[in-house]
């Protein structure tokens, strides 16, 4: 029989690659042949025993549950249906990588193992970005482009250089991608020993230079405000006026950086592009929409929201460009409080946890990526179909809830 955990290590694999490959059938369905993978756990999944948990993940899972009945009850009023099944099946697969790593996780000790493995995903994959900027084009398809032309061509006249996605979407997502990793992989690089903690160093090392070469404001904010937290929790023992003057150095250095790295670095065109952006920026149209997705997520549908597929209507068929309102707009607000609630959740027992000298490295690293999350996900268009999202929430949601079952189990 099949170890069942050799299915989390294809899982894991499909979160990057299940939608670089497509099939149309007779023009009228795509099918995503490398999701088969995951399909693949399910039988097993569902037979699988989770005793032992604890609040944190009943919680989680109940959250998971009624996120996906409630939106395949939604795609029946949804003004798009088409498009909310997609995301119904993008979340049923969430639900899956979250039950995967459950299975796998069974012990604070096996967080070892799955850092290891976040390491090596995250070299393969930056040395994968690199290769695309470097060659200037995408190494795979994706959904998304929709039959666009000349793509590379359009983002290396705009910037100077492809900015890389490898395996996910675009850009803003990969740039997601790659923030989380750095965040979570700082905190595990100074928490392990050996032979980890050079992978974990050069892992974040090289994210840290691809969010920057993603050229995403919401990747580089998100990160440098992870980051600040992170160095605020480590550095308890210093004086109140050292933190703050470590912060305004960190944060006077960016500033500058974006508003004159282009004299330094011979006027580096995407600097001034990147400048350009934050100077004469229009947020017009986005905070139409923005107020519009408010409103049908609160009043205008009493908080139960316009059901998955809705932004053909809310938006017009653009992105949200924020996560979280992309949940209050298309779940509704009752749904985006539970899921607030979870990560508060999960915040508050990983700080214990560091309050107590428990793994204080990695769990500073997770919570500086909730701390970065609400930047974060105004980069890409959607995270619902990101799935190293589904894969580092699920990742927090299982830590946090072993954390809150031992009293003093250390990683290394």
């Known amino acids: ?16 690659i299940g939608e670089v490959f497509k099939i149309r059938v007779f023009g009228l369905f795509e099918l995503y042949p490398l999701r088969v993978m995951l399909i693949l756990a399910i039988p097993f999944l569902i037979f699988s025993s989770f005793k032992g948990r604890n609040k944190i993940w009943k919680f989680a899972n109940i959250l998971f549950f009624i996120m996906l009945i409630y939106g395949t ?31 796998y996780v069974t012990d604070i000790s096996f967080l070892k193992k799955g850092m290891i493995l976040w ?10 970005g ?3 900027m470097y060659n200037g084009e995408y190494l795979f398809s994706h959904v998304t482009d929709n039959g666009a032309v000349d793509i590379e061509s359009k983002r290396i006249l705009e910037i100077g250089w492809l900015t890389p996605r490898v395996f996910l979407p675009g850009p803003n997502e990969y740039a ?9 992989l700082m905190g595990w690089a100074l928490q392990t020993k050996g032979i980890y903690k050079v992978l974990a160093i050069v892992a974040t090392v090289l994210s840290i230079v691809l969010i920057i070469y993603s050229f995403s404001r919401a990747a580089i904010s998100g990160f440098l405000i992870g980051l600040i937290f992170f160095i605020f929790i480590l550095t308890k023992n210093f004086n109140i006026l050292v933190k703050i003057f470590i912060i305004l150095i960190i944060s006077s250095l960016t500033v500058f950086i974006i508003f004159n790295g282009n004299k330094l670095i011979n006027n580096n065109l995407a600097l001034t592009v990147l400048a350009n952006k934050i100077e004469n920026q229009d947020n017009s149209t986005r905070n139409t929409f923005y107020s519009t997705a408010v409103f049908e997520g609160t009043i205008g549908t009493l908080g139960f929201g316009r059901g ?7 938006i017009d ?8 309102l ?28 560091i309050q107590k000298g428990r793994n204080n490295y990695l769990s500073s690293g997770v919570l500086a990526s909730c701390i970065a999350l609400p930047l974060l996900c105004t980069g890409p268009a959607t995270l619902t179909y990101v799935y190293p999202y589904w894969l580092w929430l699920s990742f927090m949601i299982v830590y946090a809830d072993l954390d809150s079952g031992v009293k003093n189990v250390y990683v290394h």
């Open 1 to 16: 029989m099949i170890n069942r955990r050799y299915l989390y290590l294809l899982g894991i694999i499909s979160c990057f």
């Open 119 to 128: 390491s090596i995903m995250s070299i393969i994959s930056c040395l994968l």
């Open 176 to 184: 997601f991608f790659n923030s989380i990793s750095a965040l979570l």
């Open 317 to 324: 068929g653009s992105s949200y460009h924020l996560y979280l």
């Open 73 to 103: 009850i939604s795609l029946i009023w949804s003004p798009d249906p088409f498009l909310g099944f997609r995301q119904v099946h993008s979340v049923f697969m969430g639900m899956m990588i979250f039950f995967l790593v459950s299975l």
């Open 130 to 132: 690199f290769y695309e």
């Open 308 to 314: 998955l597929g809705a932004s053909t209507a809310i």
């Open 326 to 353: 992309e949940i209050l707009a298309e779940f509704g607000l009752w749904i985006l409080l539970v899921y607030i609630i979870l990560i508060i959740k999960i915040f508050f027992q990983l700080f214990r946890s």
